[in-house]
T-cell receptor
Framework: AQSVTQLDSQVPVFEEAPVELRCNYSSSVSVYLFWYVQYPNQGLQLLLKYLSGSTLVKGINGFEAEFNKSQTSFHLRKPSVHISDTAEYFCAVSNFGNEKLTFGTGTRLTIIP | EAGVAQSPRYKIIEKRQSVAFWCNPISGHATLYWYQQILGQGPKLLIQFQNNGVVDDSQLPKDRFSAERLKGVDSTLKIQPAKLEDSAVYLC????????????FGPGTRLTVT
C-alpha cells in the first residue's frame, strides 16, 4: 500500500518570499506523483504531475516540483509567492497503471502581506 | 467547457436520517470518482466508476453508503442512515480516460450530521 506524508500542516510565508512545501511518499512499486491546490470552498485543482521523464516538473501559477526517487520526495516550490497563493495544498500518489489517488493530509499556505 | 457540477452545496441532517448527493461530470468523461474529505484530512476515495461499472469500491462503507451511475453519466451517492462521523465534504471528480492521470474536481457538498 502507498502513503503520503506532508510534514507541515501550516506554512506562513511573507509575500514575494520563496516557499517550499514538503511531501514524502512510501510505496513498494513505482509511482506517479501529483500536487493539487484547494482554494476556500472550492474543489481541488491540479497544479502539476510527475509521470516520467525529467524529474523537475513545472506547473501552473509559477509552481514547480522535483521528484527525488532516492529520498522518496516530491517537494513543491515557488520562488516568489503572492496573496492569491493562499490555499490548501495536497500531495498525492498513484501506482503505475492505477489512477487511484492517495492524498496527504494537506499543507495550509498562508501569505503574510 | 463546463466543470463538474455537484448539488447540494451544503446539507445539514440529524443522525440516522438519509441523504443523497448528485454529481454531473464533465461531458465525455468516462471515469467518475467520489471522495470523502474529513476536516483536517486529505480526500479519501470512496468509489470509482468507469462508465456505469464499478472499478473500485474497497473503501466504501457498504452497510450505509451506496452509489450508482446510471447511463454512465450522472451519479448519486447515498448515505442511509447517517452517523456523526459522516460529517465531511463529499467531492466528485471525473477524468477523460485511462493514462491521462488528471482528475477534475467539483466544488463538493459539505455534510453536517448533528
Amino acid at each position: 500500500a502507498q502513503s503520503v506524508t506532508q510534514l507541515d500542516s501550516q506554512v506562513p510565508v511573507f509575500e514575494e518570499a520563496p516557499v517550499e512545501l514538503r511531501c514524502n511518499y512510501s510505496s513498494s512499486v513505482s509511482v506517479y506523483l501529483f500536487w493539487y491546490v484547494q482554494y476556500p470552498n472550492q474543489g481541488l485543482q491540479l497544479l502539476l504531475k510527475y509521470l516520467s521523464g525529467s524529474t523537475l516538473v513545472k506547473g501552473i501559477n509559477g509552481f514547480e516540483a522535483e521528484f527525488n526517487k532516492s529520498q522518496t520526495s516530491f517537494h513543491l516550490r515557488k520562488p516568489s509567492v503572492h496573496i492569491s497563493d493562499t490555499a490548501e495544498y495536497f500531495c498525492a500518489v498513484s501506482n503505475f497503471g492505477n489512477e487511484k489517488l492517495t492524498f496527504g493530509t494537506g499543507t495550509r499556505l498562508t501569505i503574510i502581506p | 467547457e463546463a466543470g463538474v457540477a455537484q448539488s447540494p452545496r451544503y446539507k445539514i441532517i440529524e443522525k440516522r436520517q438519509s441523504v443523497a448527493f448528485w454529481c454531473n461530470p464533465i461531458s465525455g468523461h468516462a471515469t467518475l470518482y467520489w471522495y470523502q474529505q474529513i476536516l483536517g484530512q486529505g480526500p479519501k476515495l470512496l468509489i470509482q466508476f468507469q462508465n456505469n461499472g464499478v472499478v473500485d469500491d474497497s473503501q466504501l462503507p457498504k452497510d450505509r453508503f451506496s452509489a450508482e451511475r446510471l447511463k454512465g453519466v450522472d451519479s448519486t451517492l447515498k448515505i442511509q442512515p447517517a452517523k456523526l462521523e459522516d460529517s465531511a465534504v463529499y467531492l466528485c471528480a471525473s477524468s477523460t480516460q485511462q493514462g491521462i492521470y488528471e482528475q477534475y474536481f467539483g466544488p463538493g457538498t459539505r455534510l453536517t450530521v448533528t
